[in-house]
């Protein structure tokens, strides 16, 4: 009886080492090789340190990504066609996602992934067929699990908010920030004219444009989100441009574009000044509604002070306009690219609820209300020097010296050259090396990591007390009422 169980073993590890002992064939393309490849790439990513967390992984399902947006779904999900589209969009996003690192990937592991995997096509039609073939595959009980864990992780630190005594600290930080709302709101009542020039206004705009004919939002698809292709996507972004004018005292506020070193550090030209564009999604008044948001940097916010806590590398902002379901701007935020100073600027069809505002820890902070301008008008943002603050929003007129600012997406953030290599001006922490502030000793009991630092967009925490993101999908639906 023993020799018989002692064959067996044998016979039994002979087969194992014969199958380990095989080199394994991916060429065929199946869930089972898609799955090794996830496996192998996101290995590689891990040990480059190149993960790009625009939008989350979803667990146990890595050829999904989830963002704010797609999660606030999670309770609609009410029949088989909303399900299958939202996990399509997810698809979607991870797709995204994967062609980004790809690019980003050192030389010498994408020939590793190449040849382990037999793959001939290119890495964005792999990609697309791996996501189809795991798609395909899930069941019912994978669908499910994935609505429970598809989840954005929250950037807000606990351990530092419990070791901050963020209880106390936050009442002296919640002080702090009233007494610089109140400070604004005056700054912001003033005549145009009593606006302080420190050096001289420079205007940047993309020029004029005009639309053959008004664009149709297509909410023909499960969860109504407004769909538009890429050109009419572009002449919105066209359209609905700001004006930007800085009071430029020195080459720190002047508009530019953004590179990297060799090293991967941010770089800085101004011989080019760009708008960095994405699209986005909000929920108001049940209705989806489409999001432009431009994004501008300056080369640095300079030091004021031996004890200037603010200073650092790299600065900026993000301008977004929100449309209603006619393609009509309805509501306008800005925030500065650390995710700091977040502002709402209101048309004469959206109120504030001060209710409903008034019970936040931090309340969202009005600038102005009642923007009120004709058809075809461009509003102009002036932004002010060294600390590159949003001091009003007006009307434009007629304007001198405008300098041209061009549109690029905002992915191109997300890899830049750097050396022979290409690399993401976000780290995988979702910050940007080499701007980190001072300010972040002061503030680390509010739970807000590396406060003051730039940060990628699906990172940018616009609450110090509380807990609130500028992408959040309900961050309008929460706190204004359409007229």
């Known amino acids: 009886m023993i020799r018989l169980i002692l064959v067996i073993a044998f016979l039994f590890l002979s087969a194992c080492a014969t199958i380990i002992s095989q080199p394994k064939d991916y060429s065929i393309l199946s869930p089972q090789s898609c799955l090794a490849f996830y496996s192998e790439f996101d290995s ?9 967390v625009q939008a989350t992984l979803v667990s146990d399902f890595p050829f999904l990504s989830v963002s704010r947006f797609l999660e606030s779904f999670k309770s609609e999900l009410d029949s088989n066609e909303k399900l299958d589209y939202w996990l399509l969009q997810m698809a979607d996003l991870n797709i995204e996602a994967r062609q980004i690192e790809w690019k980003n990937l050192s030389h010498s592991s994408q020939e590793k992934i190449r ?22 595959e899930l069941s019912s ?10 989840e954005v992780k929250d950037d807000y630190s606990t351990i530092n908010r419990f070791f901050g005594i963020y209880p106390l600290t936050s009442l002296f930080v919640s002080r702090q920030i009233n007494k610089h709302q109140e400070l604004t709101k005056k700054s912001f009542e003033k005549e145009l004219s009593e606006i302080p020039i420190k050096g001289r206004l420079v205007r940047y705009s993309i020029g004029s444009a005009t639309l053959s ?34 009071d430029e005292e020195d080459e720190n506020d002047v508009i530019g574009q953004v590179g990297l070193d060799e090293k991967g550090y941010p770089d800085f030209s101004s011989d080019k000044s760009v708008f960095y564009v994405l699209p986005s999604y909000t929920k108001l008044n049940d209705e989806v509604l489409l999001q432009l948001n431009y994004v501008f940097w300056f080369s640095s916010r300079p030091r004021k002070s031996t004890f200037d806590i603010y200073s650092g590398r790299l600065d900026g902002l993000i301008w977004r306009v929100t449309l209603d379901s006619s393609g009509e701007p309805i509501i306008y935020d800005s925030v500065h690219n650390c995710g700091c100073y977040h502002k709402f600027f209101l048309t ?24 009120s301008f004709d058809a075809g008008s461009r509003l102009v943002l002036r932004i002010g020097s060294v600390a590159h603050f949003l001091n009003r929003v007006y009307v ?14 905002y992915a191109n953030l997300r890899s830049l050259m750097s050396g022979n290599r290409r690399r993401s001006l976000f780290a995988s922490d979702g910050l940007v090396d080499g701007t980190a502030r001072a300010e972040r000793w002061l503030l680390w009991p509010m739970g807000v990591p590396s406060a003051g630092a730039m940060r990628q967009w699906g990172h940018h925490a616009v609450a110090f007390v509380g807990n609130r993101y500028f992408d959040n999908a309900d961050l309008l639906d929460k706190y204004f009422v359409v007229k």
Request: charged residues 25%; proline residues 6%; hydrophobic residues 35%.
């Open 396 to 409: 434009a007129g007629q304007m001198d010296e405008i300098k041209n600012i061009e549109i690029k997406p």
């Open 348 to 371: 004469d069809n959206i109120s504030f609820n001060q209710n409903a505002a008034s019970q936040e820890p931090e309340p969202p902070f009005v600038a102005q209300d009642n923007l």
């Open 141 to 150: 009980d994978d669908k499910q699990q994935i609505v429970s864990s598809a």
């Open 44 to 52: 590689l990513i891990n040990d480059e340190d190149i993960r790009d």
């Open 213 to 246: 004919e008004k664009i149709e939002f297509n909410t023909n698809n499960p969860l109504t989100i407004p769909i538009v292709s890429d050109e009419e996507l572009n002449q919105l972004f066209i359209q609905h441009a700001p004006i930007i004018e800085v």
């Open 115 to 136: 040849n382990k995997f037999s793959i001939k096509q290119s890495m964005s039609q792999y990609v697309s067929e791996c996501s189809a073939f795991l798609f395909a």
